[in-house]
Structures are given as C-alpha cells and as structure tokens.
C-alpha cells in the first residue's frame, strides 16, 4: 500500500500536465495544496500569467537548475507554453521577478515543512530505530550577494583579514534520518543577539513530537536544553559539551565505558528562559554516558563521550547508542547536498525578504527530490540513504523537457523509466572511508578584493597608461 502512495506521487501528472508547467513530481506538490495553504493564510490573487502556483513551479524549476538563472528558468516556461500551443509570454524576467515578491514567504515555509512531514511520517519501519522516528539538528552558514539591504540585516564576517566580505546567514535545520527530508528551518543574522546556532535551534523545539530522538553535536548538549526535551518525551543523544569533563570514575558503573551520572541544575538561569520555565525545570537529570572508541585509521577522533536520555540498556544497547550517533554525520552530508549539489551555498537574490524566500525554495525543491528518492528506494526494496542525490537531480533535470512536453499515453512510461533509473543511482558502500581536508587546485595568483568593487575601479582609472 505504501508503494503504490508513494509510486502515484510521481506518476501523477495526466490532469495538470496540459494547462501548468509541471515538475515530474507535481503529485507532491499540486496546485490545490498551494492554493489550500494561501486559503489558509487569507491571500487571494488575481488571475494572471505568473499566478502563485505557477510562480511557484518556476521557482522550483530554476532552483534545481544547474543555471540558477530567471532567464533560463522562463525560457523553459516559454518553451512549455509553446509546446502546448497555449499564448506565448515575454521572457524578460521583470514580470516573473515581482511575482515572486508576492509569493509569501510563509506559503513556501508552509510547503517545505509539509512535504517534510509526509514523508517522515510515511517512513517504513525497517527505515527506523528500533521502531522510533530520528531527527538531526545541525547548523550551516549560507552566503549572499553584498548589497547594502543583505549587509544590514545579515552582517558581515569581521575575520576577513582586509577582505571586503560578503553578507552571510546562519541556518539551523531538523532532518528525518531516514528520509533525510528538511522538517524545519531557522534563519537568523550571522552576528547579533539571539543569531547563535543553539537560539535558532531553541526556537524549533517546539515542532519535535514526543517519541522522537533527536541527534546532535557536543553544541546542543546543555543541561536546560536536554531537560526541556525530555519534559516533552524527546529523547536525546548528544556529543558531551566541551565545557563538561568526562569524568568516568563518578557515577554508577553500567559496564565498560558506560556510566549512569547525574547533572545538577545550573544555579543561575539563562537570559532565554523565563524565571517560570526555569523553576519547571527538574533539580536534576539522570543520563547515560558512554565512551566510544574509534580505533579506525585516518579518523581525526580517536574517542569521544555520548550523552544519551535512553535509559533501557537492554533496548538501547552501548553498541546501538554508537551506531546511531555515527549516522549524526548524515546531517552533515544533507547539508552538503543542499548547499553544494544544488548550489545554496551562494545565493543570488539582492532582499533579505528574497533571500529567506530563495532558502525555503531549495529546501520545498530538495524535499520534493527527496520523495522522488523515497519512492524509487521503496519500489527497489532499498534504504533512502542508499540512493544518489546527486544521481537523482541529475536525472530529474534529463527527464524534465521531456516529462513535461510529451503525450499523455507516453507519460506512465517516462515516470515509470525515470523511477527505476533514480534506484539504479546507488551509493557506495565505503563505512570507514576518509580523505584529507585539503584543496587540490591551487587559487588563482590574483590578490584578495579589499574595497568595494566602485572604489577598486577608481583606483585602476588612477594607474598610469603602459
């Protein structure tokens, strides 16, 4: 049954196809759930070329581009219109730029977290641990045109060395382990009160269900933060802080390298917690600590100490708690994806508003190649994880023209071939492998930029001639 939900998210495409430029995934993303969540947030349109959702498909569409460019992206629309004999449209991109400005950036924020939801809460249990759903929470920085709007609002890096720098934003996201579908998003400024990794992450706790466990690096393990989660029944297995010794004399010996301790509650409250929430707060926390040894070649750590809530040895095993946290470094490849398979490292928009918007357009299209992921993993009786995101993107691009222009009888066909060649993608295999943290290519012999670029112009006219 699960198949076949997931099968008809991707070969649903017969009723839209003939009048709106669809993605080969428009099954997970129709126009009636865009215009549901409009109906939600009490926004209406008028009737024109460059509606909500059609603005919306063409966003998708530019972002999962290797381009990236509007130009490319109505040029493919235009192509589209005229394939289905439907009125031409200007390609100049004005028209399609302030249609996204009317996109409300909570429609995409609404779009990203449901398709997000779906396919975690659709994971197959085999996909699970021990039966329980998995989130990662990790952070990134993303960097962004430098013009004055962006500047203001995301701030600068101050550690350039005399570089003039670029504006940058600081992420922090929730993915489903076994999906690796993005849950939810935080964006704040690079530098500023309240813009720090563990803030951005305090104000996603609130989206994490009871049952869940959550993975995290040695940032995230605080005393108030683990005691919060657990009065909301999310368990937690973290890296030990740095700032907290592991002491494994103290405590009740559980067996080798594994301790049962005892934190005490700070003495002073932190500024984010109301004086109410932090008298909520138990006196004290019972955890598990264990030390995991990595006795593997070439890895920068020899051993670190894990901070776990689940308490039931015989459930969680010292062994099961060493192999969840190991996958913790697939939050780190799924960034690695978002930003660098699908080119949200740099953005490209000139607004803070364009710029929140563009994010959360990577994150609804990097969701939606997900799904696709998903269902080709389910038709073939393999893992999500052991799919190539790389691979699918590359053949969701070869498929589009084809997908969206082709005749009704020939589509069940295309859906079905481009389902089957996503699962033949497959990731090696390679558990220890390591490469060294070193660029190969040398920079170009060109000095670092140090003044705006108006300025360096001027003093270029100011060289004499020869």
Known sequence: MLKERFFRRVVKLRAEVASTPELPFSGCLTQEQIEGELSKLGISYRDRIYSPWTTTWIFLSQVLSPDHSCREALARFAAFRAARQLPSCSTETSSYCEARQRLPEELLAQLTR???????????????????????????????????????????????????????????????????????????????????????????QDGLKAGTILLGDRLFCTYCDIAKLA????????????????????GRRLGRDERSVTWRKPTSRPDWLSAEEFAALPAELVLRQIRVRVPIPGFRVRSLVVVTTLSDRREFSREDIANLFRQRWQAELDLRSIKTVMQMDVLRCKTPDMIRKEMWTHLLAYN????????????????????????????????????????????????????????????????????PR????????????????????????????G
């Open 114 to 204: 449901q398709t997000g939801r779906e396919l975690h809460e659709q994971s197959l249990v085999g996909w699970k641990f021990h039966g329980r759903d998995i989130q990662t929470v990790d952070g990134s920085i993303i960097s962004m045109p430098d013009t004055p709007d962006n500047a203001d609002f995301f701030s600068k890096n101050q550690n350039q060395k005399g570089r003039i720098g670029f504006p940058l934003a600081r992420i922090v996201v929730l993915i489903c382990l076994a999906t690796g579908a993005v849950l939810d998003l935080a964006i704040g400024a690079y530098r500023g009160k309240l813009t720090g990794e563990l803030s951005l992450f305090r104000s996603l």
């Open 231 to 250: 009065a909301a029944g999310v368990d937690c297995v973290f890296r030990l802080h740095a700032q907290r010794s592991a002491d494994f004399r103290q």
């Open 368 to 435: 939606l190649l997900r799904s696709l992921m998903c269902a080709a993993a389910t038709e073939q009786d393999l893992k999500p994880r052991q799919v190539s995101f790389k691979g699918s993107l590359q053949l969701l691009n070869a498929f589009y023209q084809l997908i969206v222009l082709s005749d009704r009888r020939q589509l069940d066909a295309l859906c079905t071939t481009l389902l089957a060649s996503v699962g033949e993608h497959r990731v090696g295999d390679r558990p220890d492998r390591f490469e």
């Open 438 to 465: 070193k660029r190969k290519r040398a920079a170009k012999p060109y000095p670092p930029l140090k003044l705006p670029r108006h300025e360096e112009r001027k003093q270029c006219l100011k060289k004499p001639m």
